[in-house]
Nanobody, 125 residues
């Protein structure tokens, strides 16, 4: 499967951005997962959000809960990450990811093999 991410950019603290990730190519089962991780300079890649397709359910990291939401467009095989009230510490490269079957430890970066190219989000304070 190919993942195409878009929507990053420069925004002031308190602002909003929406990231998009479109999947194409090999079709996953209905129980697949799509989501986002991020990686700041000098830090490990960390979980941000995931969407379980079969249950139409979203999972959000505690660090962004209340500010970020993840949603999907089923017809477009696209997942969105709406980021509000952005903070300087949200600055990172955001990576879209997918896996063919939902995993209990969905927030573990090692569970994912398919990655998009990354999109840079810079939040100025």
């Amino acid at each position: 499967v190919q993942l195409q991410a878009s929507g990053g950019g420069l925004v002031q603290a308190g602002g909003s951005l929406r990231l998009s990730c479109a999947a194409s190519g090999r079709t996953f089962s209905n129980n697949y997962a799509m989501g986002w991780f991020r990686q700041a300079p000098g830090k490990e890649r960390e979980f941000v959000a995931a969407f379980r397709w079969s249950l139409n359910r979203a999972y959000i990291a505690d660090s962004v809960k209340g500010r970020f939401t993840i949603s999907r467009d089923n017809a477009k095989n696209t997942v969105y990450l709406q980021m509000n009230s952005l903070k300087a510490e949200d600055t990172a490269v955001y990576y879209c990811t997918a896996r063919p079957r939902w995993a209990v430890d969905y927030n573990n970066v090692r569970q994912y093999d398919n990655w998009g190219q990354g999109t840079l989000v810079t939040v100025s304070s």
